[in-house]
């Protein structure tokens, strides 16, 4: 083995000993960068929601080195997830399945569903398989910031609280896991993601609407959501620049991001690189909202939604 890969095998078995030992550890996926400890350490559970400031109700993502184990985390596969799951893993794809009784109530937010995805980035499926359970895993932020696609933002934002942070480069995919529930009669897209409607339409050969209108319930769909501290103002693109002008002639520190910046793998970096610039508004346009255009949007509206913090 190259001395690089024989380091990155040591940083992977490290972490998973200390997930084992009740830690918790900061971790790379494919779509941003996850806060992960042993779904069933209960204390190691709470701890997460204690360093990301997040309230108790709003559940977490478990995460699984294979499809194989999902038996053990959902009571009942319907068809299908067997068919989203055989398409769409290792990848950014999360499904909402009935949980198991072994599952914590403390990981699904109170909830008789639980959320599970195989993630496909290599270092995820070292820990994962190296530790051979299942990892919780929030995005590694605080609660209600801007999701971490490098190790350095979560340095910045979580730094010392984690036991360990594995540096695994920037995420290739840049947003969430696409979130499908399918605990109601006919699936659902809870949150659009990496994996797109399309993909998934064409998989189960129906239409897939976009809705939190669920049987399920689906708590910490909150608005303001991926904000950074700037204020963000959606515009159509033919009007970003003259409104930048008006407001710079007030006095504001004002950032335009170009199609570039939001580009699926860019955008989050962007939201962070305008507030460590001092820039107080953020004025952005939705380019389109089919393939990944529909997470970026999704994204950008909770960003440029009404704050109330
Ligand atoms: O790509 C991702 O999904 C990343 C990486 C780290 O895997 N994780 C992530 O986790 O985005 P988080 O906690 O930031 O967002 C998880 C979302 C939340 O909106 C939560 O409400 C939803 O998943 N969720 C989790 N379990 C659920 C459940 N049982 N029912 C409904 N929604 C659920
Ligand atoms: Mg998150």
């Known amino acids: 083995m190259p001395v690089d890969a024989q380091a990155t095998a040591a940083r992977c078995a490290e972490a998973a000993r200390i997930l084992r030992n009740g830690g918790i550890v900061a971790l790379p996926t494919e779509t941003v960068y996850g806060l992960a400890a042993n779904a069933l350490d209960e204390a190691a559970v709470a701890r997460v929601f204690r360093v990301k400031g997040r309230p108790l109700a709003h559940p977490l993502i478990v995460h699984l080195s294979d499809v194989s184990a999902v038996e053990q985390w959902a009571a009942r596969v319907p068809d299908a997830a067997v068919r989203l799951a055989e398409q769409f893993w290792p990848g950014p794809l ?111 050969g129906c239409a897939v609407p976009v809705t939190q209108a669920s049987a399920t319930r689906v708590p910490g769909q909150v608005d303001t959501h991926y904000a950074p501290r700037a204020a963000v103002i959606l515009l159509p693109r033919a009007a970003l620049e003259a409104h930048a002008s008006e407001l710079r002639t007030q006095g504001h520190h004002v950032r335009i991001l170009s199609p570039q910046d939001v580009a699926p793998m860019a955008l989050f970096a962007s939201l962070r690189r305008a507030d460590d610039d001092g820039v107080d508004v953020i004025l952005a346009a939705i380019e389109h909202e089919t393939g990944l255009g529909l997470a970026v949007a999704d994204r950008l509206r909770k960003a440029a939604a009404p704050r109330d913090r």
Do not use: W
């Not at 599970?116 to 929030?138: D, K, M, N, Q, T």
């Not at 696409?178 to 993601?193: E, F, K, N, Q, Y």
């Open 94 to 204: 999360t499904l909402i399945l009935p949980k198991t009784a072994m599952v914590p109530f403390s990981v699904t937010g109170g909830q008789e569903s639980v959320g599970l995805r195989v993630p496909s980035h290599p270092l995820a499926l070292a820990v994962l398989r190296a530790f051979g359970g299942g990892i919780a895993a929030p995005s590694a932020n605080r609660y209600g910031a801007v999701s971490p696609t490098t190790a350095e933002h979560v340095r910045r934002d979580l730094g010392d609280e984690v036991d360990l942070i594995l540096d695994g480069g920037p995420c290739v995919v840049g947003v969430e896991s696409t979130i499908v529930s399918l605990m109601d009669a006919h699936p659902i897209i809870l949150r659009p993601g990496g994996v797109t409607r399309e993909a998934i339409e064409d998989v189960l």
